[in-house]
């Protein structure tokens, strides 16, 4: 018997608690005014990868 439809697995919930925690510390020990533009134009692209929703290629 598996675990009942709609309930969350433990373990993949667990896990994404655990990186989160890490995730805060991490981006709230990073010092912006030291980053290079380079750095910073990094951080943008990979954090809006996760911000904005993607769009659908819609064919006609």
Do not use: C, F, W
């Not at 697995?9 to 990073?30: A, G, H, P, R, Y």
């Amino acid at each position: 018997m598996g675990r009942i439809a709609g309930v969350p697995n433990k373990i993949t919930t667990e896990l994404k608690e655990k990186l989160q925690v890490v995730l805060d510390d991490v981006v709230s020990s990073l010092n912006i005014e030291e980053m290079t533009t380079d750095q910073k134009i990094k951080m943008l692209q990979i954090g809006l990868q996760y911000l904005v929703p993607r769009l659908k290629h819609v064919q006609d």
